[in-house]
C-alpha cells in the first residue's frame, strides 16, 4: 500500500441503460457536493498498475486516473478527443494517422505531457511485450513520430480504421517518462497520470482511493470530488455492504442471486435501485493446441457438441446472462451463430461419433481451469455444471482447478492449462474486437493461435473499410473458421447490472462502450 499526500492538489455502455426503478431516481446535479468520497464495490480489482502490463479489467481503474489522446464523452460510441485536440487520418489508405494535442497538458505531478511522452507511452507498450500484454492490440502500428512538441505522428503498416478505437483502450494510457522505465514495467504502486483523478492510495485487492486532480485538461465534467474503490471477493459481500450503507453503488460482478432479490420489492423499501443494460462481455473456454487431449480438434468438437449453454444460462445464471453462439456478440455487426448452426443441441451420441472418427474410445481426461475471483460469484457453479455435462455423457473424465487471478493470469501465459476459462469485456464496439485479440502468434490469450487466414486476409480486408457496416462478409468468415478450429469455445453473453442507493445519480450515463466505469458522472442527488 502507498500514500501520496501530495496528489491531493491534486466507465454510455453499447445499447442504452435503463433504470429498473420509477420516479425520482433518475435525477441528477451537475454539482459536486462535499459529503465525502462516493464508494463504489466490484469484484474486478486490478492485476497491475502499470498500463503497459494489462489486456484485462485493470483497465477500469485506468480509465479513471490515466488519460488516452481518444475517448469516450457520454453518448459517442466512436473515439473523440481527450488529451488530443484533434486526430485523424491523413491519407486515404488509413495507414497515417496524426494527432495535435491540446495545449499546456501536464501530469499529475506537474511534469509536461508532450509528445515526446506519447511517442514514449506506446513505444514501451512494445518494447516491453508481455505476455498476453497490450502489444498484441499495436499490430498494425509501424512507427511513432514525434515531429513537434504537440504533434505526434503514427505510422502503421498496413491500413487498420480501427486504428483509433485502439488508441482509445486504457491500454493506449500516457505515462511520464521520468517515472515509467522504458524497458520495463513500473514495480512500485506509485501513478502518474494525467486523467480526471489520481490514485492518493491503494491497497492491492482491498481499496483504490481517487481523489480529484486538479491539473487535468480533457473532456470530463467531473461530479464529484472523490471516489473510493472497494474490491469484494464475492457478491453477496458486496450487496452486504451496500444495503448497511458501507458503499453507495456496485459495479461488476453481481451474482444472478442477488440481481434477481434486487429486481423485487425488498430493494424499493430499501431505497436501491437497479440498472439493467445491455452488454456484450462475452464468457468463454480456451483450449491449450500443446496439450495431448485438448490439441486434438475431435476432442474440442466434441465438447462443442455437448456443451448446453441455454442450461448454464438458466440453472447457474437465472436467466440474467443469454446464450452465445459465436465470438461476435449479439448486437454488433457481422454476428453470427456458428456454433448453434453446426453442432445444434447437446447431442452425446453425435459426440461420440466425432471422437471414435477420431480413433478416439476411451473416456478422455481433461483438467478445466477458472478464476476463484474475477468474474463473479457463480464461476465455480458455472464449471461444475460443465463438468457434469460432460461427465453425463460418459465420454469424458473431468478434473476441475481454480486459483485467484493473479497467479491465474500467469498460470495461461505460461500455457500451464489444458482447457481454461475467460471472460472478454470490449476494449471497443466492433467486431474486430472479439476475434483479432484471440489470434495470431501473440494475443491476449497468451495461447499462440496463428489462424492465418484470419490475420493475414481476413482482418486485414476488413480493417482497410472506414464503414464498419461493410465488413460482414469477412467477419462472417472468420467466425465460421473459428467454428471449425473449435479453439475458442463461447459460452454466454453478459448484462450490464449496477446496483446503486437512491441518493446517487449518474450511474445510468456512467458506462462507456467497453462498459468501463467513468467515475466522474456519479454524483449525490441534491433535490428530490
Known amino acids: 500500500?502507498?500514500?501520496?499526500?501530495?496528489?491531493?492538489?491534486?466507465?454510455?455502455?453499447?445499447?442504452?441503460?435503463?433504470?429498473?426503478?420509477?420516479?425520482?431516481?433518475?435525477?441528477?446535479?451537475?454539482?459536486?457536493?462535499?459529503?465525502?468520497?462516493?464508494?463504489?464495490?466490484?469484484?474486478?480489482?486490478?492485476?497491475?498498475?502499470?498500463?503497459?502490463?494489462?489486456?484485462?479489467?485493470?483497465?477500469?481503474?485506468?480509465?479513471?486516473?490515466?488519460?488516452?489522446?481518444?475517448?469516450?464523452?457520454?453518448?459517442?460510441?466512436?473515439?473523440?478527443?481527450?488529451?488530443?485536440?484533434?486526430?485523424?487520418?491523413?491519407?486515404?489508405?488509413?495507414?497515417?494517422?496524426?494527432?495535435?494535442?491540446?495545449?499546456?497538458?501536464?501530469?499529475?505531478?506537474?511534469?509536461?505531457?508532450?509528445?515526446?511522452?506519447?511517442?514514449?507511452?506506446?513505444?514501451?507498450?512494445?518494447?516491453?511485450?508481455v505476455n498476453g500484454g497490450p502489444a498484441g492490440l499495436l499490430g498494425s502500428l509501424e512507427r511513432v513520430q514525434a515531429p513537434s512538441e504537440r504533434e505526434v505522428v503514427f505510422y502503421l503498416n498496413k491500413p487498420d480504421a480501427t486504428f483509433p478505437f485502439v488508441l482509445a483502450t486504457p491500454a493506449m494510457s500516457i505515462v511520464d517518462p521520468d517515472s515509467y522505465p522504458a524497458g520495463s514495467l513500473r514495480e512500485d504502486d506509485g501513478v502518474v497520470g494525467s486523467g480526471p483523478y489520481t490514485l492518493q492510495s491503494y491497497e492491492e485487492g482491498e481499496e483504490a482511493e481517487l481523489v480529484r486532480n486538479d491539473r487535468y485538461t480533457g473532456y470530463a465534467e467531473r461530479k464529484n470530488d472523490a471516489v473510493t474503490i472497494r474490491y469484494y471477493q464475492d457478491s453477496g459481500e458486496m450487496v452486504r455492504a451496500l444495503r448497511d450503507k458501507r458503499i453507495d453503488l456496485t459495479y461488476r460482478g453481481l451474482a444472478a442471486g442477488d440481481i434477481v432479490e434486487l429486481q423485487g420489492s425488498t430493494s424499493k423499501e430499501e431505497e436501491i435501485q437497479l440498472i439493467?443494460?445491455?452488454?456484450?462481455?462475452?464468457?468463454?473456454?480456451?483450449?491449450?493446441?500443446?496439450?495431448?487431449?485438448?490439441?486434438?480438434?475431435?476432442?474440442?468438437?466434441?465438447?462443442?457438441?455437448?456443451?448446453?449453454?441455454?442450461?448454464?444460462?438458466?440453472?447457474?445464471?437465472?436467466?440474467?446472462?443469454?446464450?452465445?453462439?459465436?465470438?461476435v456478440p449479439k448486437g454488433l455487426t457481422g454476428h453470427t451463430t456458428g456454433f448453434f448452426d453446426d453442432f445444434g443441441e447437446p447431442d452425446a451420441d453425435k459426440a461420440r461419433d466425432i471422437l471414435r472418427d477420431a480413433g478416439i474410445t476411451e473416456r478422455v481426461p481433461l483438467t478445466l481451469w477458472y478464476t476463484s475471483d474475477r468474474y463473479g460469484s457463480e464461476t465455480a457453479a458455472e464449471f461444475k455444471e460443465l463438468e457434469r455435462q460432460l461427465e453425463t455423457s460418459g465420454l469424458f473424465d473431468v478434473t476441475l482447478k481454480s486459483r485467484p487471478w493473479k497467479t491465474y493470469v500467469e498460470g495461461y501465459q505460461n500455457g500451464e492449462y489444458p482447457v481454461f476459462g475467460r471472460g472478454w469485456f470490449p476494449d471497443f464496439p466492433d467486431a474486430d474486437n472479439f476475434i483479432a485479440p484471440f489470434v495470431g502468434k501473440q494475443n491476449a490469450l497468451g495461447t499462440p493461435y496463428e489462424a492465418k487466414k484470419i490475420v493475414n486476409e481476413l482482418l486485414p480486408s476488413s480493417r482497410r473499410e472506414s464503414d464498419r457496416g461493410n465488413v460482414v462478409k469477412q467477419f462472417e468468415e472468420a467466425q465460421q473458421i473459428l467454428v471449425n478450429d473449435a479453439r475458442l469455445l463461447p459460452l454466454w453473453q453478459g448484462r450490464q447490472y449496477v446496483a446503486a442507493s437512491r441518493e446517487i445519480s449518474g450511474a445510468e450515463r456512467a458506462l462507456d462502450p467497453s462498459t468501463i466505469m467513468m467515475m466522474w458522472q456519479l454524483s449525490r442527488k441534491t433535490s428530490w
Open 1 to 129: 500500500m502507498f500514500n501520496r499526500n501530495r496528489c491531493l492538489r491534486r466507465v454510455a455502455a453499447i445499447a442504452s441503460i435503463s433504470s429498473l426503478m420509477a420516479g425520482c431516481g433518475v435525477l441528477s446535479s451537475d454539482s459536486p457536493e462535499d459529503e465525502g468520497p462516493i464508494v463504489v464495490g466490484t469484484t474486478s480489482s486490478p492485476s497491475t498498475l502499470d498500463p503497459a502490463a494489462s489486456w484485462d479489467s485493470s483497465w477500469e481503474l485506468f480509465r479513471n486516473i490515466y488519460q488516452t489522446l481518444l475517448s469516450y464523452p457520454i453518448g459517442a460510441t466512436t473515439p473523440q478527443p481527450d488529451a488530443a485536440e484533434s486526430c485523424g487520418f491523413t491519407d486515404t489508405s488509413n495507414q497515417v494517422f496524426r494527432c495535435e494535442l491540446r495545449k499546456g497538458l501536464t501530469f499529475s505531478d506537474g511534469s509536461a505531457l508532450d509528445a515526446k511522452a506519447v511517442k514514449h507511452s506506446i513505444d514501451r507498450i512494445r518494447e516491453i511485450n
Open 276 to 327: 439493467d443494460g445491455t452488454g456484450t462481455d462475452i464468457n468463454y473456454l480456451v483450449f491449450n493446441p500443446k496439450d495431448p487431449w485438448a490439441g486434438k480438434k475431435a476432442v474440442r468438437q466434441a465438447v462443442a457438441q455437448l456443451v448446453d449453454r441455454a442450461a448454464i444460462a438458466h440453472k447457474v445464471y437465472k436467466d440474467t446472462v443469454d446464450p452465445l453462439y459465436s465470438m
